[in-house]
């Protein structure tokens, strides 16, 4: 999971904890991601921090909810890319999921899980929106990503959630501390020369980076999740 962004839009209401630790609903939000993720079936969490890092690995600790947590530290900021390269290294399965430290997002684990064995092709998964200016679009043909459309184009259509399954060696041929982004430096050229799997889902989803939907959660995850 990665949870190590600055919060640089949220700053002004959040100041004195890491973007994912910020409170929503009366729990740090974080506590709330991986509360899910547990009732999900997840045993074991690889954490991507970097800011205010030692506030995090504080709070958890080594096991949180009857799952193991391994955090992977920045020492500087690797964008989400590198985050992944370098927290992928504790994966010991043959594939790995990677979720957003900033997001909510509610998706069925189990199908997503059983598109992955059926294809083992890396998914994105996809969710609708009414607009999609803030995020990009996705565009798509039979069940695979063929473009990522940059932001500021509005209109309703398909958005990546934030959400991806990896096969193991997926990153392999990133170095190790090289900082990227997964969306614009890999995912627009990728997609283009090889297969990329979408997953739709209608979930609820919530990104709290921006001030006006991190107020938004706190009515709609304490109604989620309380």
């Known amino acids: 999971m990665l949870a190590g962004g600055l919060g640089t839009r949220l700053a002004q209401v959040v100041r004195d904890v890491p973007k994912p630790m910020a409170p929503v609903a009366g729990r740090p939000f974080l506590e709330i991601?991986?509360?899910?993720?547990?009732?999900?079936?997840?045993?074991?969490?690889?954490?991507?921090?970097?800011?205010?890092?030692?506030?995090?690995?504080?709070?958890?600790?080594?096991?949180?909810?009857?799952?193991?947590?391994?955090?992977?530290?920045?020492?500087?900021p690797l964008g989400t890319g590198g985050a992944i390269r370098q927290a992928s290294s504790h994966c010991t399965?043959?594939?790995?999921f990677v979720f957003n430290g900033d997001s909510y997002l509610d998706l069925d684990v189990a199908q997503v899980e059983a598109?992955?064995?059926?294809?083992?092709?890396?998914?994105?998964?996809?969710?609708?929106?009414?607009?999609?200016?803030?995020?990009?679009?996705?565009?798509?043909?039979?069940?695979?990503?063929?473009?990522?459309?940059?932001q500021g184009v509005g209109g309703p259509g398909l958005i990546n959630a934030g959400c991806y399954v990896f096969g193991s060696d997926e990153l392999a041929g990133k170095p190790r501390g090289q900082a990227f982004s997964i969306e614009t430096d890999y995912f627009v050229t990728e997609v283009q020369r090889r297969r990329f799997d979408y997953f739709l889902t209608d979930g609820q989803f919530i990104d709290i980076g921006v001030p006006a939907d991190y107020a938004r959660a706190q009515t709609l995850l304490a109604e989620l999740c309380g």
């Open 33 to 76: 991601l991986l509360a899910w993720l547990a009732r999900k079936g997840f045993t074991r969490v690889v954490l991507s921090v970097g800011h205010m890092a030692e506030i995090i690995v504080d709070h958890f600790g080594a096991r949180f909810a009857g799952m193991d947590l391994v955090y992977e530290v920045e020492t500087s």
């Open 115 to 150: 598109q992955w064995q059926a294809y083992r092709a890396p998914i994105i998964v996809a969710r609708a929106v009414p607009d999609t200016t803030r995020y990009g679009c996705l565009t798509t043909h039979e069940g695979r990503i063929t473009a990522f459309v940059a």
């Open 93 to 96: 399965a043959a594939h790995y």
